[in-house]
């Protein structure tokens, strides 16, 4: 253990009496998740996982709840902290607590609890790690450098985790090896797309119940999650304006028929305002200046630096809370602007994160690749993989195959042409 740390028991939950509640819930959504209840009953019988150690740093949500169960079922000894301290759903976790899954989480735990977490759930002395963001494996590398010779291998759900894996990777300080499920195609097309497009949307509408019919809502970021969020702020009726620093992406939301413009241009016309950046200050003092009275500001980016929270202190001569996850701002010159849930991820922290359909997907790729780590990770350099393609698709043909889809395969001639160069006009 970390020194100076207090050395947690063996789980630390908010109430241990929400587990029956958090069983139901965790029933729920199971329904929806058939890939990874196939996944699941395959590893029950082959447990391919057989007392390997996993420690994850993800958001505890009754989805997670349902990966973590097919890994201990697959005979992993599991154990959970939560990679947000905004995101645990209380009930979820003492479910899990019930199961035998030491859970390290509480909604609403300050920065030192969190890290606190982060370290109990460290020392169980992982084989495998899960991380949401990277901030396990950051811990590790950081203070816990002892843990890794003991590390088969570890994965990384989102993009900025994938970002600060590769920067780590790159400065040569990479110590073992991580498969980016981020970059799966059954990850980030459909996780980042849709479930965060509508999530985002839904913690907004939760934290707000604003009308989005005829609203300027301004999206930061035009990326998996930013198109996700456009596309749907665009369906219930929005004027939806779009800022980028990537040229492509700009172009793509320029075809997808979107307005185009400067960050500081839009903040004049935003009524609403959501970054998807994975970046620092995608809004800032000079947005805050522009912005109309009663403008709101969401992020649905992985940290909370989107916003720049700090300046918008500064620039404020008073603060009050309306809504559980709604704080006014009272600016310097009589405006109000409004910061929706700290400026965490709106979407976890006033809604209930992403469907569990979709989940279903991202957590079949985890739970995949922590069996592909079991059988290979000792062989890998430490570096940051892709998934395996056949994974990927294997996870792809499944949830259609769940869906009652079914799709052609190539005919024999139709894969010769496609694999012969000699044929043209
Ligand atoms: N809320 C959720 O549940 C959830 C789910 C998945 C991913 N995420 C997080 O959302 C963030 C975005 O993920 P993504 O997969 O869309 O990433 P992405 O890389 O596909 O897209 C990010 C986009 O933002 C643009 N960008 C960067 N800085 C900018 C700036 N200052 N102004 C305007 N545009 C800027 C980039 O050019 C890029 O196109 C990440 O932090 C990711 O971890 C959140």
Redesign the pocket.
């Known amino acids: 253990m970390k020194k100076g740390w207090k050395q947690m028991d063996s789980y630390d939950v908010k109430d241990l009496s929400l587990a029956k509640d958090g069983e139901v819930r965790i029933d729920w959504a199971s329904r929806e998740m058939p890939v990874i209840r196939l996944i699941r009953e395959r590893f029950a019988k082959e447990k391919p996982l057989k007392e390997i150690r996993v420690s994850g740093c993800l958001h505890i949500t009754t989805e997670t709840a349902n990966l973590a169960l097919a890994l201990k079922d697959g005979g992993a000894e599991v154990t959970l902290c939560a990679s947000n301290p905004l995101s645990t759903q209380d009930e979820a976790a003492a479910a899990l607590v019930g199961f035998g899954i030491p859970v390290y989480a509480i909604r609403g735990e300050n920065n030192k609890t969190y890290y606190q977490h982060i370290n109990a759930a460290l020392d169980h002395q992982p084989q495998v790690t899960l991380d949401d ?1 990277a901030d396990l494996v950051a811990t590790i590398h950081k203070e816990r450098q002892d843990l890794i010779p003991d590390i088969m291998g570890g994965t990384e759900e ?4 994938v970002i600060r894996l590769r920067s780590l990777q790159n400065e040569g300080g990479l110590r073992y090896p991580i498969i980016s499920v981020n970059d799966a195609d059954t990850k ?1 097309l459909f ?2 797309r849709y ?2 497009g509508q ?2 949307i839904d913690g907004i509408t939760r934290a707000t119940n604003i009308l989005w019919a005829g609203k300027n809502v301004v999206i ?7 198109r996700g969020v456009a596309m749907r702020a665009r369906g219930l009726g929005a004027h939806v304006i779009v ?4 040229p492509i ?1 700009a172009l793509e939301a320029v075809m997808d028929g979107y307005q185009v413009m400067t ?1 500081r241009e839009a903040a004049k016309s935003g009524d609403i305002f959501i970054t ?4 620092l200050n ?1 809004l800032d003092s000079d947005h805050f200046l522009l912005m109309k009275d009663g403008a709101i500001m969401a992020n ?4 909370n630096v989107e916003i720049n929270i700090p300046a918008l202190e500064s620039m404020s001569t008073g603060k009050r809370r309306l809504r559980p996850f709604v704080d006014e701002y009272a600016m310097f010159d009589g405006r109000r602007l409004y910061l929706l849930g700290e400026g965490r ?1 709106i ?2 922290a006033a809604a209930e ?2 469907p569990a359909s979709v989940m279903d997907m991202s957590f079949a790729n985890q739970a995949l690749c922590v069996e592909y780590l079991a059988k290979n990770g000792k062989g890998l350099e430490p570096r940051v993989y892709p998934v395996p393609k056949d994974i990927d698709r294997e996870i792809g043909r499944l949830k259609l195959f769940s869906m009652g889809i079914t799709i052609d395969t190539l005919t024999d001639k139709q894969r010769e042409y496609l694999e012969s160069w000699e044929i043209g006009t």
């Open positions: 963001g989102t993009t900025t985790g980030h996780d980042n479930g965060t999530s985002t930061i970021g035009y990326g998996w999650c930013g800022t980028e620093v990537d992406r960050s998807v950046t994975g970046g995608g649905s980016g992985h940290f991820l979407n976890l994160g992403h």
